[in-house]
């Protein structure tokens, strides 16, 4: 409760600075610090959970992001990532005042170890939103502003819209000691949460995916009255009754669906599997029937095999409606390890990242001669495998120079940590 009342006292002196750090002012010119501190206390009175930082790592990870939410919104409206010398050194001095006075064990300089210059020195000479935007690729900025564009309070696009940027941050940014003088580090979040988020890097989802600050308002508080203890009575009762009918309801869906289970069990065909043509409410899955397979892969004919291994088959395809995909057809097929497929399928339809195949659909069929199958469907990736060309013989060999085949390892590199990284849970 301690850190709460802390930023609370921050945000006022920031605010007003003619009350307690006027001198500090006058001895500066008078200058006066245009970050806006009155919206980051705003922001944290309104959070519905007081801020527990329980190590020095967190007190200091916390300073550092406030600080780039607060830098981000000034670029919103200057244009520019870096403060005046002198009105960063006011900024500074009230950061460094107040910190002294409310948490004494914490020193922004020696425990953090965040220099005077982190306001008002450049990273790798860029000033201004014009000259970031000239830095990175016109690829790279539409991916940010695609990807970035649309609310972040979800963990997907979220993880869509960090993911470029922490590549940007490695291809352009990964400067030694940046984070204690510069903070090159928060450029790229800096700026998508300035101009590539429509809601602004105040916005609270913004706010938690891009600098990890949770800001969840907090319900309005009203004095009881009659009305309020009549409508909690109402509630009680109404709450009561619904409890009654969900729990009559629930005992009818589970004894339909077990007696539906026994029907399936003995009948030969078709196995669908629950919950799959719609993952976490975005990803439609289409479910193939065996027929469509056959068809699109001419009755998996040889001709048509793009893939082998010890697992099973991979074919090419073309759909009814004109599209080339891949079909991996697993051998040695039961019924009783389709939950284990059906887990499989949930997770792969879940990951979307540049340099992971999306998947398509599936299907899951008994038929009386070649007993149970079970499909993926994937985009077709077209030039055949990585492993002809990089240890085939002819004209494939002798077009992978180093520069591709170096960007290829990096493609596959952030595929590898996307999964291990940036789903949740991780893949492993």
Avoid at 198 to 217: E, I, Q, V, Y
Avoid at 226 to 237: D, N, T, Y
Avoid at 300 to 317: C, H, L, P, T
Wanted: charged share 20%; aromatic share 10%.
């Amino acid at each position: 409760m301690s850190h709460l009342f802390f930023f609370l006292f921050l945000g006022l002196n920031l605010v007003f600075p003619n009350s307690t750090v006027s001198s500090t002012h006058e001895a500066l010119g008078k200058a006066v610090c245009p970050l806006n501190i009155n919206h980051f206390r705003k922001l944290i009175i309104q959070s519905s959970q007081p801020l527990q930082l329980l190590s020095e790592a967190a007190e200091c990870q916390y300073v550092l992001q406030g600080i780039r939410l607060l830098r981000s919104q000034y670029l919103r409206v200057s244009g520019n990532f870096t403060l005046p010398p002198d009105v960063a050194e006011v900024c500074w001095d009230l950061f460094g005042n107040l910190f002294d006075e409310f948490m004494p064990r914490l020193r922004i300089e020696s425990t953090c170890g965040f220099k005077r210059s982190l306001l008002s020195q450049v990273c790798n000479n860029i000033k201004n939103s014009s000259q970031f935007e000239r830095l990175i690729s016109p690829n790279e900025l539409n991916q940010i502003r695609g990807s970035c564009y649309k609310s972040l309070g979800n963990t997907s696009p979220c993880h869509l819209c960090v993911d470029p940027l922490l590549s940007i941050n490695k291809a352009y940014f990964n400067v030694p000691d940046g984070g204690n003088v510069t903070d090159c580090e928060g450029y790229p979040f800096i700026y998508a949460a300035a101009f590539a988020n429509r809601f602004g890097p105040t916005d609270l989802g913004t706010a938690k995916c891009l600098f990890l600050l949770n800001f969840s308002r907090t319900s309005a508080r009203s004095e009881p009255h009659k009305a309020v203890i009549l409508g909690v009575l109402v509630g009680c009762l109404h709450g009561f009754v619904g409890a009654v009918l969900v729990v009559w309801c629930v005992w009818m869906w589970h004894s339909r669906r077990t007696k539906r289970k026994r029907t399936n069990l003995t009948q030969l065909g078709t196995t669908s599997l629950p919950g799959m043509e719609m993952v976490d409410g975005n990803t439609a899955l289409r479910r193939f029937t065996l027929d469509e397979i056959k068809r699109a892969t001419r009755n998996f004919s040889r001709d048509n095999i793009i893939g082998m291994g010890g697992y099973g088959n991979v074919y090419k395809g073309i759909l009814e409606d004109g599209s080339e995909v891949a079909f991996k057809r697993f051998k040695n097929c039961s019924v009783a390890a389709d939950k284990t497929f059906a887990h499989e399928v949930e997770v792969i339809a879940s990951i979307r990242h540049v340099n992971l195949v999306a998947l398509r659909g599936y299907c899951t069929e008994t038929v009386p001669l070649e007993g149970h199958q079970r499909i993926i469907v994937c985009d077709l990736v077209h030039n055949r495998s990585l492993y002809d060309h990089l240890f085939g013989s002819g004209a494939e060999k002798k077009k992978l120079s180093w520069p591709i085949r170096q960007k290829i390892t990096l493609g596959m590199a952030r595929g590898l940590a996307y999964l291990h990284h940036g789903v949740q849970p991780a893949i492993i």
